[in-house]
């Protein structure tokens, strides 16, 4: 009886076109509404208040527009007028009403605190309506339905509270659902309400009425501002999503790609590797993992700092991302500091090659940084899938074996894993830990080779040469760990205590001689060497005369100004320079030139096979025309033979060292032998 009570109303006491304009925009506004209030859900500190003004302003405009057009579009049978004032609260009361209400629901401090929200919102739709209700004013006596009006509010708090329940509740229908029930809550509550509503008019009274042109457009006015204003609250709200999927798609690349290079990153190229297998084990494919490691990055970041390493990075990642054809799965990420993997599917092996090709060029082209150029070139190793490994984790162990093979050899062209690799590795990475270990329990010895005048074989100096005496593998030489201590920065502890051990021992020698002992490249760039040879010659006592340090060129050559001025410092304190292993590498007449180097060591390759050959003879006479043309002695190395030595001789070189002449031995032996005095007992 009340359903056709309502249906009555709706019918034969309204306008139907404004009652379609207000469900239209009672249903836009509580979409608004709806979406607004995930906004604020999600929202946190100052933006909630943000969000939560929007999302009431939406609430309390949809509701009191969709009830002041459906009003407009009521056909009495008296003359009405809205009182402004009364009108003027009742929106107040639908915005402030819906501020409440939606604050609570959304704040959740409490677990009940949704569901008084609904409740607050509901009552606010209630109030809003009946207070218009006395702001429309007839000539006549009000009457109300009492069940109706009743049924009116409980359906505004029943369905306000399932909106809101709706709303907070996660899931994707989640704004949909809670706008559908609050659009019905605001239309049952108004057309409710107007059903319970009854005027009895006077004898005076003129009867129906039309609408006048004025009444509609008033209405169409409102509409109109009340669109506007949810569409700003719409708009509000597709801005923010937009920034927010934008964000999300940012934190989702930042999270799988390399910053600097642009790369993917070790977690993106896992997740790749991952579907890349299960693509090969369902087509019985093949897969091509290749472990890239720059051969010289560590000393570009040290010599040129940390801007022109990350420039190469840049560079070598621009580069890398241009070369990949992902038709054919090509795949490339940045795993670590200069450390890569590739990946790529085996459809042919000139297909793997070409792609192998391409990774060189890459990485092996020039750099232009500043006014220099670097070469950063990279070892790379490959493991191919299944031939090489069972699953994901052996063959990316096996790819770094193949890499730091390729790293070991120095050749430019990639190594393949070989299953005798794993077996080598093992033996190098106990071998480097048991170096650890051998600084620290005192393993490590000094030998000294001596070095004499080359006419009347007199004791010019003697060079200091470290030596491990590995507890199980006996004597192993200087070749085969000074490299592995570089590798772990163990040469910076062990060259320092090389330095300081032979500066105390020589110190005890009755004799004058000169003690050289060598830097290690590392050494020139990891440390201040000047202040710790300054600090050792002041700590030990020994007349800076007495101590030789020698370099090769490949130290220094990188960030020659930097050079030029710690060797000038080390200079001063009266320390003499030896330029090593002279006729490899660059071996500049600029070299001998700018840097204040006291002696020139001529490497032993030169004096390896053919002693005597006239080819020999012209390179050690060109060397000694440059020794006395810069003010240089000249020393020859590696001399084994009476052969070598006679040649020196003729030459005019002065000074050599060579097995010839005397091996390495302890400090005790020469003594035993009587070379050396010590001041006290040894």
């Not at 401090?109 to 109030?127: K, S």
């Not at 070598?644 to 020469?670: H, K, V």
Request: overall charge neutral; charged content about 20%.
């Amino acid at each position: 009886m009340r359903r056709m009570r309502v249906v009555g109303c709706i019918i034969g006491q309204h306008d139907l076109g404004l009652v379609c304009v207000a469900i239209v925009l009672c249903i836009s506004g509580a979409g608004v509404t709806a979406s607004l209030f995930q906004h604020a859900l999600r929202a946190k500190n100052n933006q909630w208040y943000a969000w939560l003004f929007l999302t009431s302003l939406s609430g309390g405009i949809a509701i009191w527009c969709t009830h002041f057009v459906a009003m407009l579009g009521y056909v009495g049978n008296t003359p009405a007028r809205f009182d402004p004032l009364l009108t003027s609260i009742s929106l107040l009361i639908a915005v402030f009403g819906s501020t409440i209400g939606f604050m609570l629901a959304t704040c959740r401090f409490a677990r009940f605190l949704p569901e008084l929200g609904g409740v607050t919102v509901g009552l606010a739709i209630v109030a809003m309506h009946y207070t218009g209700m006395l702001a429309y004013r007839v000539q006549g006596q009000t009457l109300w339905n009492v069940p109706c009006l009743v049924l009116s509010v409980l359906a505004a708090i029943v369905l306000c509270v399932l909106a809101v329940r709706a709303g907070v509740r996660p899931g994707r229908w989640a704004s949909a659902c809670m706008a559908a029930v609050l659009a019905l809550a605001v239309l049952s509550v108004h057309f409710i309400g107007m059903a319970a509503y009854h005027v009895q008019a006077g004898s005076s009274v003129m009867q129906s009425m039309e609408h006048s042109e004025d009444t509609l457009v008033l209405a169409a006015a409102i509409a109109i501002m009340s669109f506007l204003i949810l569409g700003g609250g719409l708009v509000s709200g597709m801005i923010d999503d937009s920034s927010r999927a934008e964000s999300v798609e940012k934190l989702r690349r930042m999270a799988l790609h390399d910053t600097l290079t642009g790369l993917p990153n070790r977690l993106n190229f896992h997740q790749r590797l991952d579907r890349e297998l299960d693509w090969a084990r369902e087509n019985n494919g093949r897969l091509a993992l290749i472990g890239i490691d720059l051969n010289r990055f560590k000393e570009i970041n040290d010599l040129r700092g940390h801007s022109a390493g990350d420039e190469v990075l840049r560079i070598l990642g621009w580069r890398l991302r241009g070369l990949q054809n992902n038709r054919s799965g090509e795949f490339i990420a940045r795993t670590g500091g200069d450390e890569f993997l590739a990946l790529c599917r085996v459809v042919s092996t000139e297909q793997t090659k070409g792609f192998l090709h391409r990774l060189e060029e890459a990485l092996f082209k020039p750099i232009r940084f500043e006014d220099t150029e670097v070469r950063p070139g990279a070892s790379l190793g490959v493991a191919i899938w299944p031939d090489h490994a069972a699953d994901k984790e052996t063959l990316i162990n096996n790819a770094d074996l193949a890499m730091y093979r390729a790293k070991a050899e120095r050749g430019r062209h990639p190594c393949f894993y070989e299953p005798s690799m794993d077996e080598k590795v093992r033996i190098r990475r106990k071998l480097s830990a048991d170096l650890r270990q051998a600084v620290e329990t005192g393993q490590l010895t000094i030998c000294y080779q001596v070095q004499r005048v080359v006419a009347t074989g007199e004791i010019r100096g003697y060079e200091a040469l470290v030596r491990w005496e590995h507890p199980t593998q006996g004597t192993i030489m200087p070749d085969d760990f000074i490299p592995l201590a570089e590798e772990s920065d163990l040469i910076l502890q062990i060259g320092e205590w090389v330095l300081r051990c032979v500066c105390a021992e020589a110190v005890q020698w009755l004799q004058p001689y000169t003690v050289a002992v060598n830097l290690s490249g590392m050494q020139f760039v990891h440390s201040d060497i000047a202040r710790i040879v300054a600090n050792i010659l002041k700590e030990t006592g020994l007349p800076p005369q007495r101590l030789e340090l020698e370099l090769t060129e490949s130290t220094f050559i990188a960030d020659q100004a930097r050079a030029l001025q710690v060797l000038h410092q080390i200079k001063d304190m009266g320390v003499s320079l030896a330029l090593d292993d002279f006729g490899t590498g660059y071996s500049s007449l600029d070299t001998l030139r700018r840097f204040p180097f006291d002696r020139i060591k001529i490497d032993r390759s030169f004096f390896g096979v053919m002693q005597t050959s006239e080819h020999t003879q012209a390179i050690v006479r060109a060397v000694l025309a440059l020794g006395r043309a810069f003010g240089t002695s000249v020393m020859a190395e590696g001399i084994e033979t009476a052969e070598q030595l006679s040649m020196l001789n003729a030459a005019g070189c002065y000074e050599a060292q060579g097995f010839l002449l005397g091996r390495p031995a302890t400090l005790a032996d020469i003594v035993k032998n009587g070379q050396i005095t010590m001041n006290g007992a040894l």
